[in-house]
């Protein structure tokens, strides 16, 4: 996910609306929800391939597709994601630009699809581990990077639950900022019986008990 971010950065700048620009218009880019489906890891030292673009606007937000490849060409790894503009000065969600909407809608072309209209509400929680959020959690405007929400999902989950199988998707809905300091409980459910296996997740911050995010783990 790190990598998807940095490729989605360099892209954005690449063809006019990256965070410089949406500086300049008082905007910054909001990650809202985002999927990945991973075939395979990689394994260390080996080259991957990065290809994202923007994939089109509706109404509310603006959606990104993203494919990984490794040496061979072979696709490992997909992903698609939502954002929305926000406004620094009003601190509410805004508009997308114009000169961004007639970027986003250049290629259709979708890597994924939501399989779902969003993630629903966790019913039982079964686990729980609380975070405590440092510095070094923080990205440029100082909220919590977003890799770190699956990050504690996936710990939220105990060791011997997990150690026999591998993270093959994540659906994750991103629903409130998360800033230093603060202090948050990962819920987990028990693994339901399917194939793949699926855990559904909820963070949430103490003590006002907002919901940060909500995640679907898929393991195999």
């Not at 985002?34 to 673009?53: A, C, F, H, S």
């Not at 959606?63 to 992903?79: S, V, W």
């Not at 929305?84 to 290629?107: G, L, Q, S």
């Not at 060791?159 to 994540?170: G, I, K, M, Q, S």
Request: glycine share 4%; hydrophobic share 40%; proline share 5%.
């Amino acid at each position: 996910v790190n990598y998807l971010q940095e490729a989605a950065g360099q892209n954005a700048t690449a063809i006019g609306f990256g965070y410089r620009r949406m500086w300049q218009e008082n905007l910054a880019w909001v990650l809202i929800r985002l999927m990945i489906q991973v075939r395979r890891y990689p394994v260390m030292g080996e080259d991957l391939t990065v290809t994202t673009w923007p994939s089109g606007v509706d109404s509310r937000s603006a959606h990104r597709d993203y494919l990984i490849t490794d040496q061979a060409g072979n696709k490992i790894a997909a992903a698609t994601s939502s954002w929305v503009t926000f406004d620094m000065e009003e601190r509410a969600m805004a508009p997308i630009p114009a000169f961004v909407e007639e970027a986003f809608n250049t290629f259709p072309d979708r890597a994924l699809n939501f399989t779902t209209r969003t993630i629903p509400r966790l019913k039982e929680a079964v686990h729980e581990k609380v975070f405590h959020v440092r510095e070094s959690d923080l990205d440029a405007n100082g909220h919590v990077n977003n890799v770190h929400f699956i990050d504690w999902a996936v710990e939220s989950i105990p060791r011997p639950e997990r150690d026999n199988l591998r993270l093959a998707e994540v659906d994750v809905v991103f629903r409130q900022e998360c800033k230093y300091g603060d202090i948050v409980f990962t819920r987990s459910s028990a693994g339901m019986e399917e194939n793949p296996a699926r855990f559904d997740h909820s963070i949430v911050r103490h003590p006002d008990g907002a919901e940060l995010a909500r995640l679907r783990t898929y393991w195999v």
